[in-house]
T-cell receptor, first 114, second 110 residues
Framework: KAGVTQTPRYLIKTRGQQVTLSCSPI?????VSWYQQTPGQGLQFLFE???????NKGNFPGRFSGRQFSNSRSEMNVSTLELGDSALYLC?????????????FGEGSRLTVL | DQQVKQNSPSLSVQEGRISILNCDYT??????FLWYKKYPAEGPTFLIS?????DKNEDGRFTVFLNKSAKHLSLHIVPSQPGDSAVYFC?????????FGTGTRLTIIP
């Protein structure tokens, strides 16, 4: 069974640009959530999608957005990039959510903003 | 406001001894708790979980203890093995929303 796949694995952007990250969940998983990992802050929840609907949202500014497609694949977008957006962005999938099944994480997309 | 705290950024333990990782939380609404392990360049992997209606859950070498009155969670690894060297994150959930701690780097000394 293929795991969670995130693309791209590494990318470098400059301030003011925008970026789109992609996540393909494990086949059959309907929930996709996104996390930002930075040193000292741990993993911070961005949002969760379930069957194409945003079900939960963390405390991030509106520059961070996401969506989920009918095949459960998800994308997140960050507009007007700031230096502080440099982080590892992790995507996780589960069958029904935190309770229904533990999260399976991808390897992450490492974003560097210059 | 860090609702889930792991106050020890790092911990070193001799191989074969017990490793105890601690986690404190402030939100009494959390009703489900999990531990994840993360190796460098990999995503976190699920280790063990516990519901708020229990105070202990065991899975092989891993045991999680929950003290709701103290809002404290701990993970015990016995015996510790070199492959356990990783960053460990505790996480707490309410209404399907997970909040993670900042992680503890565990190093097992051979």
């Amino acid at each position: 069974k293929a795991g969670v796949t995130q693309t791209p694995r590494y990318l470098i952007k400059t301030r003011g640009q925008q970026v789109t990250l992609s996540c393909s969940p494990i086949s059959g998983h309907r929930s996709v959530s996104w996390y930002q990992q930075t040193p000292g802050q741990g993993l911070q929840f961005l949002f969760e999608y379930f069957s194409e609907t945003q079900r939960n949202k963390g405390n991030f500014p509106g520059r961070f957005s996401g969506r989920q497609f009918s095949n459960s694949r998800s994308e997140m977008n960050v507009s007007t990039l700031e230096l502080g957006d440099s982080a590892l962005y992790l995507c996780a999938s589960s069958y029904g959510g935190v309770r229904a099944g533990e999260l399976f994480f991808g390897e992450g997309s490492r974003l560097t903003v210059l | 406001d860090q609702q889930v705290k792991q106050n020890s950024p790092s911990l070193s333990v001799q191989e074969g001894r017990i490793s105890i990782l601690n986690c404190d939380y402030t939100n009494s609404m959390f009703d489900y708790f999990l531990w994840y392990k993360k190796y460098p360049a990999e995503g976190p992997t699920f280790l063990i979980s516990i519901s708020s209606i229990k105070d202990k859950n065991e899975d092989g070498r891993f045991t999680v203890f929950l003290n709701k009155s103290a809002k404290h969670l701990s993970l015990h690894i016995v015996p510790s093995q070199p492959g356990d060297s990783a960053v460990y994150f505790c996480a707490a959930s309410v209404e399907e929303k997970l909040t993670f701690g900042t992680g503890t780097r565990l190093t097992i000394i051979p």
